[in-house]
């Protein structure tokens, strides 16, 4: 388009947002306003896509950081042909493909889901990651940032990794209108404040009018033709942008315009132009099959292994048997033992060094390009990327996330560097899988397991060894559990996981000697869980005590509860999980502090059953 149309369509793009946000009641008109010529120049001009064919591998990626400026992105799809008028107008409403904030559950076009802000470019390096190192195709990934999500620490985890990567592929376009929620932003129209920051983390830098489109024409062009460095054009734009009652004026963020039917006159009216966005390229990205014969590592019974090691093996097994499967680490791989993965599989892994909010989100951008990635760290580290999880699960993403050193049989670390949330945390996410394994065969199935799952998978692993108790080609269904002593006699049923099932069993031993018999269920699937092994066990012996390395709130004895939720009776339930701050000691003396040893099981266990024969 030449430089009239392009000034139309962007007013177009900017009457579109009123109107949709005028209807809705609600909405981000202004936030949509400053960014109307950036969007109009790169639709018409940059921009290469088919929209009937959103998997083509030629496609360019675009990525709306700045996610409540939906109404601009929606009028963008109207002005390709892909959104017709009625539907614009159907924004925000119920069933509506046109959320408050884009997601890929909705729309075929959406790469990931935004909203939460600063969480747009470390996608985006994800998806620059696979097409750059992965695909190998020519596309190009266009990310839209607000200037406020600047302030975000996880967009300069971004910027590092990409400029580290030397990511030319991509380009973050910031719209730097001012003024935030409440009011300015911290560096305002400041340019070479922002420049000096990317340009640190070796970036090229283009500052340029946000509302002049023959300017931004060029830096497109500029961007494009930029090799080693990813680019970041940075354009001062006034939010509200045309119209005078509203811009560069603070007090409007997240409002619908008052006058609306005067703003779109102000604005030069309805129009209906169509834009013929540029095919892509011809490319053919050969993604290996995502099925193929996997040999999985063994070990025999009685063995002692840890589950972290296991896990790592049974990885690098994993990435040989299927090309699709890509690795994630943050810089503890050698811990986490994702290093077994990165040594036979260099090309598919990435190392995202201390920066977890990155290397979730890179393993979004990789899922959303058709990868199986597991990303890995200490279970501890993992809450700083929660909410990137959170987002992951609203996109659909499909992602393995492994925790190591969960628990205080870490030992002496301390308290620091246990996981003693994650199961609650992970679980709270909706579809979720939650797995915790308690042995080296266990856990490589599982691992295996998780790679054709839907949604967020979680597996906890351990640090310490822990004796061998299942055959190696035992099987392990997700949502299911083990039952490893059971007698009709049984007096009361103890649930575990990881490495109190270990304890459990010691504890099950010492107290057949005493004449009490115990049934011990291994509950290895804590999300879905075994409602009919631990609702029988309930029948069968009255009283369930879990007993887990994991504070008391959410993690394994809330998922029992959840067995009974509907609405039958709820057998006597006893907990025992680490309930004090811990301090630094070996891992024994841990389990016996927090009351989750074997001499803690049997103590509680006792006590329960001399209280059932109470008169």
């Known amino acids: 388009m030449n430089t009239g149309e392009l000034v139309e369509l962007a007013q177009q793009l900017r009457v579109d947002s009123v109107r949709a946000s005028a209807a809705a009641g609600s909405g981000h008109p202004t936030s949509s306003m ?18 009937d064919r959103p998997a083509h591998p030629g496609n360019d990626r675009f990525v709306l950081s700045k996610g409540h400026a939906s109404p601009l992105l929606y009028a963008a799809y109207k002005a390709a042909g892909v959104v017709d008028d009625e539907e614009l107008l159907t924004f925000r409403k119920l069933d509506s493909r046109l959320e408050g904030h884009p997601t890929p559950r909705k729309l075929p076009w959406v790469e990931t889901a935004t909203g939460s802000l600063g969480q747009g470019l470390p996608v985006g390096v994800g ?12 596309y190009r990934v266009w990310v839209l940032c607000g ?18 990567e030397h990511l030319d592929n991509l380009t973050a376009i910031v719209d730097v209108n001012r003024l935030g929620q409440r009011g300015p932003t911290r560096h305002g129209h400041d340019l070479d404040a922002y420049a000096r920051r990317f340009q640190a983390f070796g970036w090229h ?82 993604h290996a099959v995502r099925a193929g014969h996997v040999e999985l590592p063994r070990w025999d019974t009685g063995e002692e292994v840890a589950t972290r090691d296991a896990y790592g093996q049974a990885l690098a097994a994993l990435g040989t048997g299927r090309g699709d499967v890509v690795a994630l680490d943050g810089e503890v791989g050698d811990s986490t033992r994702t290093e077994y993965f990165a040594k036979e599989h260099a090309d598919r892994y990435f190392e995202c060094y201390i920066a977890e909010q990155q290397m979730v989100a890179a393993a979004v951008g990789l899922a959303a390009r058709g990868w199986v990635p597991y990303a890995g760290t200490f279970a501890a580290f993992l809450t700083r990327a929660y909410d990137f999880v959170r987002m992951a699960s609203i996109s659909g993403a499909g992602l393995n996330l492994v925790g190591s050193h969960a628990g205080v049989a870490i030992g002496q670390d301390g308290p620091s560097q246990m996981g003693l ?44 060894e822990s004796p061998v108790i299942y055959g190696a ?63 029988q066990a309930a029948e069968d012996t009255g009283c369930l005590l879990t007993v887990e390395d994991h504070r008391e709130e959410g993690g394994l004895g809330d998922a029992v509860l959840d067995a009974f939720t ?36 049997g103590a509680a266990v006792r006590l329960l059953v001399e ?3 109470v008169p």
């Open 421 to 464: 949330e994650d199961l609650a945390m992970m679980r709270a996410i909706h579809g979720s899988t939650v797995l915790y394994p308690c042995d080296a065969n266990q856990t490589a199935r599982l691992i295996a397991g998780m790679a054709d799952l839907d949604g967020i998978r979680y597996l906890r692993t351990g640090r310490g």
């Open 611 to 613: 209280q059932a024969i």
């Open 147 to 164: 200037d406020s999500e600047l302030a975000e620490g996880s967009i300069w985890e971004a910027a590092e990794h990409a400029g580290h």
């Open 127 to 138: 998806i620059a990651l696979s097409g750059k190192r992965l695909d190998r195709a020519d």
């Open 34 to 51: 400053s960014a109307a010529d950036l969007m109009a120049v790169l639709l018409a001009n940059h921009f290469r896509y088919d929209f």
């Open 473 to 535: 080609d035992e099987q392990f269904p997700i949502g299911g559990s083990k039952v490893l002593r059971f007698s009709q006699s049984d007096r009361l049923t103890v649930v575990a996981a990881g490495v109190t099932v270990h304890e459990a069993l010691k504890a099950a031993e010492a107290l057949d000697q005493e004449g009490i018999r115990v049934r011990v269920v291994d509950l290895y699937s804590v999300k879905p869980v075994d409602r009919d092994t631990l609702r």
């Open 566 to 601: 509907d609405g039958r009776p709820v057998p006597r339930l006893v907990r025992l999980a680490v309930r004090t701050m811990p301090g630094s000691a070996s891992p024994e003396e841990q389990l016996h502090a927090a009351g989750i040893d074997a001499e803690s099981i």
């Open 205 to 286: 830098t283009v500052e340029v009018d946000g509302h002049d489109v023959d300017a931004i024409d060029r830096a497109y062009g500029e961007a494009e033709s930029t090799k080693g460095q990813p680019t970041a054009i940075l354009a001062r734009t006034l939010k509200g942008k045309g119209v005078a009652d509203v811009e560069d004026r603070e007090g409007l963020h997240g409002k619908p315009l008052k006058n609306a039917d005067d703003a779109i006159e102000e604005l030069g009216g309805v129009r209906d132009l169509r834009v013929r966005v540029n095919e892509p390229p011809a490319a053919r990205v050969l």
